[in-house]
């Protein structure tokens, strides 16, 4: 075989190979990043709402404005692009070229849109006091009574939960914890219950006990009772919002808008002892012997072991991923502000930010 013949086969065998393996990676990119993306996203808006929520709850005990914005859409987009060039060029005698080309273009464009969340329905939703029945759904479909009650409600049939008096007023009634411990039991033992009765005004929340409950079940419903001054005989009690009942077949609560929710949480922060000396920060309430409903760390240095943490005045607000109790409330007080968020994104103003 002539020289020319030969060098002519050993190039075409060395990049034959390097072609088909350029073009057999022309396949789509699109299916392959769905789990990755779907998982990167959804882990970063968790992330990003937790940092929202504590770094609101600690303005609130600066009384800075708490502000809120929303993601409203997240749009990635891909463009993958191969291109090859491949020459061979032979000429009589010696003298030959060969020629080998490859371009590759990459990119990931993501578009997210921000909206604040403003206006009057999402105000309203701030400032508007839970519904009575909103908390005893809650309750009836397992969700913990007393931590619920604590955080929701200033007052029931005129016992008053802890701060709900304000600072010049005596403190809360004593009877509240050992209230909403008795219901805790009662829900642990399905023996309490809400429907919705028919009125001559229409539906009305009815508040129930059961009959048939172990005896010291029995014990904690008659305490209820006789706390609330219900009627021991009535099968049913109407639940309205109020400071006091009218009635002994009534149940009042003066329940806590979300402002008031994320309020009564910023009691729990540890503010740094400067703050307060300066009269940067709300003093802490007083002392009643009971724990806060969040306990939010601080210090100058970032936290090593954080479930969440800011940065804030040139410091660290930060909760404990050991501390369970307020991981879990504090993942609660996220879906509760979901529950009650109302606010008109159609005329806020919409900001996107291309994050490519």
């Not at 987009?77 to 020459?87: A, F, I, K, P, W």
């Not at 032979?90 to 403003?118: C, H, W």
């Amino acid at each position: 075989m002539k020289s020319g013949s030969r060098s002519k086969l050993i190039i075409t065998c060395l990049l034959l190979p390097a072609l088909l393996a350029l073009l057999s990676g022309c396949t789509t990119i699109g299916p392959n990043t769905i789990a990755r993306d779907r998982f990167d996203y959804s882990t970063g808006l968790a992330t990003s709402w937790q940092r929202q929520m504590l770094l609101n709850i600690v303005k609130m005990r600066y009384f800075d404005t708490p502000v809120f914005l929303d993601v409203t859409s997240v749009i990635n987009s891909y463009t993958l692009q191969r291109e090859v060039n491949l020459g061979l060029t032979f000429k009589q005698g010696a003298e030959n070229s060969q020629t080998l080309g490859g371009k590759g273009i990459y990119s990931d464009r993501p578009t997210i849109s921000y909206v604040p969340l403003m206006g009057d329905k999402f105000t309203k939703s701030l400032l508007t006091p839970t519904k009575p029945e909103t908390i005893f759904t809650l309750i009836q479909v397992g969700w913990r009574a007393d931590l619920l009650m604590r955080i929701t409600i200033k007052s029931i049939n005129g016992i008053y939960n802890e701060g709900s008096r304000g600072r010049e007023q005596p403190v809360s009634d004593m009877r509240f914890s050992s209230l909403i411990q008795a219901f805790r039991r009662i829900q642990l033992s399905n023996a309490v219950g809400m429907k919705m009765g028919k009125t001559e005004d229409g539906k009305t929340p009815l508040l129930f006990f059961r009959r048939e409950v172990p005896e010291e079940t029995q014990k904690d419903i008659l305490y209820v009772r006789e706390t609330l001054r219900l009627d021991p005989e009535a099968e049913e009690f109407h639940l309205r919002f109020g400071p006091i009942s009218r009635n002994d077949k009534e149940v009042a609560l003066l329940t806590r808008s979300m402002l008031e929710v994320l309020v009564a949480i910023s009691s729990g922060i540890e503010v740094p002892q400067e703050h307060l000396e300066m009269n940067r920060a709300a003093p802490a309430p007083p002392d009643i012997g009971l724990e806060p409903l969040i306990r939010i760390r601080s210090g100058e240095e970032e936290p090593k072991d954080a479930m969440v943490a800011i940065p804030y005045r040139n410091h660290w607000f930060w909760i404990e991923d050991t501390d369970l109790d307020s991981k879990k409330l504090f993942t609660f007080l996220i879906f509760l502000f979901n529950l009650t968020e109302t606010g008109d994104t159609i005329n806020a103003p919409l900001v996107t930010i291309p994050a490519g």
